[in-house]
């Protein structure tokens, strides 16, 4: 039996309420249509579907796996999708941009992966912490943090980049653990200008409520690398993104703090001048890169 033509099969028969239609849609028989779907029950031991002449409704298990079942299709067609790309002529030049920390650490190991399996592309990989305009820079696409303005450029969304706060022990026992934001008052905060020119951390409860707490300290910098290095050396309250601080959190030369508050993430996009009549090699490598950030994608970089 194929079970991703079951599962198809399936999903059409819920949403016509016939295995004759079902089965015209899908290009068969009624009796090979009915015999798949039979298959498919006995596989599981489950009755899936109420038969009648007045038409046919999932039981209460069919209404559960159907749900299932639209998930699964999804992500076939998804992959099915990035398949049929990456086996088109992805070739020829692609300028690629960034910001610094976030090229070095995720896109870099990511292009590397790409070139790979498109040996026929040659990458421009440029790194900037400011915006820049994509047609006057003749940049390909672009991997941009943070909602996007309206505008006429292409954008497909990728993940979330999520953000944690971290300290080194030695500078926790020196100057004790915060236990909600309020404590960091009487901490030294070690201040990403970009994000958080303003001094205030934004925090958010189990509740959902927002929090903004303004900080202070004495290191300001648009550099998360340096931030990262001050809070290794005990210096102060670091927040980062999760990419940025999980190699050293996960090696215990940092550790989490405020663990029941959260701040907040950021949206990942790939950014390209049109959403019309795109190219191959930029289509391919963007549909490539909406399989790479799924839950804890950053546990998985280099």
């Excluded at 030695?170 to 653990?177: D, I, P, Q, S, V």
């Excluded at 963007?286 to 950030?293: I, P």
Aim: net charge neutral.
């Amino acid at each position: 039996m194929d079970r991703i033509q079951a599962v198809r099969l399936f999903i059409r028969v819920v949403d016509l309420g016939s295995f004759s239609k079902a089965a015209a849609d899908m290009g068969m028989g009624q009796p090979s249509a009915t015999k798949l779907v039979a298959q498919l029950e006995q596989q599981l031991g489950s009755r899936l579907l109420h038969r009648s002449t007045h038409g046919v409704t999932p039981t209460e298990i069919g209404a559960l796996y159907y749900e299932k079942c639209k998930l699964i299709a999804h992500h076939v067609e998804e992959a099915e999708t990035v398949a049929s790309l990456l086996q088109s002529q992805v070739q020829g030049g692609l300028r690629i941009s960034t910001s610094v920390a976030f090229g070095r650490r995720v896109l870099v190991p990511l292009v590397m992966r790409f070139m790979q399996l498109n040996p026929k592309l040659q990458i421009e990989l440029n790194f900037e912490d400011r915006y820049v305009n994509l047609v006057e820079q003749g940049i390909d696409v672009a991997v941009r943090m943070g909602r996007l303005a309206d505008s006429t450029l292409g954008a497909r969304y990728l993940g979330v980049n999520p953000w944690v706060l971290v300290a080194a022990p030695a500078y926790l026992e020196r100057r004790g653990m915060p236990l909600s934001p309020a404590d960091l008052a009487a901490h030294d905060a070690l201040i990403y200008s970009t994000v958080q020119g303003d001094a205030r951390w934004h925090f958010i409860g189990a509740d959902g409520q927002a929090l903004p707490v303004p900080v202070k300290g004495p290191l300001r910098s648009n550099n998360l690398s340096a931030l990262l290095a001050a809070a290794r050396g005990g210096m102060g309250v670091a927040a980062l993104p999760w990419y940025v601080a999980y190699e050293s959190v996960n090696s215990g030369v940092v550790r989490p703090l405020l663990g029941d508050w959260a701040l907040p993430s950021q949206e990942i996009h790939a950014v390209y001048p049109s959403p019309r009549l795109v190219p191959a090699k930029v289509s391919g490598f963007v549909a490539w890169l909406q399989g790479q950030f799924g839950e804890a994608w950053w546990t998985d970089q280099k």
